[in-house]
């Protein structure tokens, strides 16, 4: 939105992208916590534990009944007790975080007494020299931050932020930018020296074999006549899927093209009668049942940027959550496991309720691999698409069931 690129580039202004996205909030109001927990939740803000050695001072310098976490509620016992308040800040500021948001909706000056608002603010910047963490003032109100308030920040060296879900958007992004700097200098993107010519969709077969050469796991798999179907799955192994195998059909799932979880030889004849009426060859393939999640794994060729990578939630669910991360070059497993992480459903991946972690690692290398086979295209991909890669349960790998890609014909 407009408002958060204006909030972005305060964060600019004022000295820069952050290194990352640590952040610490902290405020007087345990329901200003709770909140910016809640509207941070689809973010990819990493709101850590306070170190014990800060959280062990902060219990010295604060109330026992102060629970020390992250947001950080501390209560109103320093309010008026301004060196206290200036201790409080100092070790905040200092306790690791790439960010240390204060949380304060101050009055309005001719309504009432801001006076101690005023202080609090001057505290923390007074706490600021020599931190390594950048500061930030943050009005859950846009209308609760006065232009004075703002320039006194400013003068200081604290960023202003107004608007409560704009502001963690903001520092969000102005974190992700500083990463990517971090790791990304020198970057090389990858477009195509000339427009793409004519295109044509690889048949899923041929897509997976043009994949596999590059490291993408793909299930066993034989294309028959459909005759051949049953013998083929037997030779393949119990359970297998039987899908139309003509290049032309699109979303096979939709047409009835696609028959699940077979487990014998007349449960594959039926199948291949029943598909016979799409197509005249069949793809049979070794079915996966142990799978821990579906994840989407993509390419696209953005006109400025170049390639594209696209990670995020597989299979029914990548139209229904709309739950993705893009990420530019250079694709490092680093980068692409953290992408994985701010994805909403990431805890499926690492465990949810009590079911096994998946295979994260085999995850990142088969997103790595399509990342190779593009660079190694990248004069005449279009679109590359893995929906789903079925990540199963950790150390015993992920295969990709289902693939597309688009491509030039022109060499």
């Given at each position: 939105s407009l408002a958060t690129l204006c909030e972005t580039l305060k964060i600019f202004h004022a000295g820069g992208p952050l290194r990352g996205r640590r952040l610490l909030a902290m405020g007087a109001s345990g329901g200003d916590m709770a909140m910016t927990s809640d509207a941070a939740r689809e973010l990819g803000l990493d709101f850590a534990p306070i170190p014990p050695q800060a959280a062990a001072t902060l219990r010295e310098i604060l109330s026992d009944r102060v629970t020390i976490s992250n947001p950080f509620d501390f209560h109103t016992h320093v309010w008026f007790d301004y060196p206290r308040q200036r201790a409080m800040f100092g070790v905040a500021l200092r306790a690791g975080f790439d960010a240390v948001a204060f949380l304060l909706d101050c009055p309005p000056a001719d309504a009432a007494d801001d006076s101690a608002y005023v202080r609090?603010?001057?505290?923390?910047?007074?706490?600021?020299?020599?931190?390594?963490?950048?500061?930030?003032?943050?009005?859950?109100?846009?209308e609760s931050m006065s232009a004075a308030t703002r320039e006194l920040c400013l003068a200081r060296d604290v960023v202003p932020l107004q608007g409560q879900r704009e502001a963690l958007e903001a520092l969000d992004l102005a974190g992700t930018v500083g990463e990517t700097w971090t790791r990304g200098a020198g970057i090389e993107l990858r477009r195509p020296r000339a427009p793409l010519g004519p295109l044509r969709s690889l048949g899923e077969h041929e897509a997976k074999q043009a994949l596999a050469d590059f490291g993408v796991p793909v299930p066993r798999a034989r294309v028959v006549p459909v005759h051949e179907a049953a013998a083929a799955a037997t030779e393949i192994g119990f359970p297998v899927v039987i899908k139309a195998a003509d290049p032309a059909l699109e979303h096979k799932s939709d047409r009835g093209g696609v028959v699940l979880n077979i487990r014998s030889v007349a449960e594959a004849s039926a199948a291949a009668r029943h598909l016979s009426s799409l197509t005249a060859t069949l793809l049979v393939e070794e079915m996966v049942t142990d799978g821990i999640a579906e994840i989407l794994v993509g390419v696209t060729v953005d006109p400025q940027f170049g390639q594209l990578l696209v990670l995020g939630a597989g299979g029914v669910l990548t139209e229904l959550l709309r739950d993705t991360v893009t990420l530019l070059p250079p694709f490092t497993a680093a980068g692409i496991g953290a992408a994985l992480g701010r994805l909403r459903m990431a805890k499926l991946l690492s465990g949810f309720r009590g079911r096994a972690p998946g295979d994260i690692a085999a995850l990142v290398e088969t997103a790595l691999a399509c990342t190779r086979y593009a660079a190694a295209n990248v004069d005449r991909l279009a679109e590359l698409d893995l929906n789903p890669v079925i990540v199963r349960p950790a150390g015993r790998g992920a295969v990709a069931v289902d693939a597309l890609i688009r491509i030039s014909e022109e060499h």
């Open positions: 609090a603010i001057e505290e923390f910047a007074a706490a600021l020299p020599g931190a390594p963490s950048r500061a930030v003032l943050l009005s859950a109100l846009p």
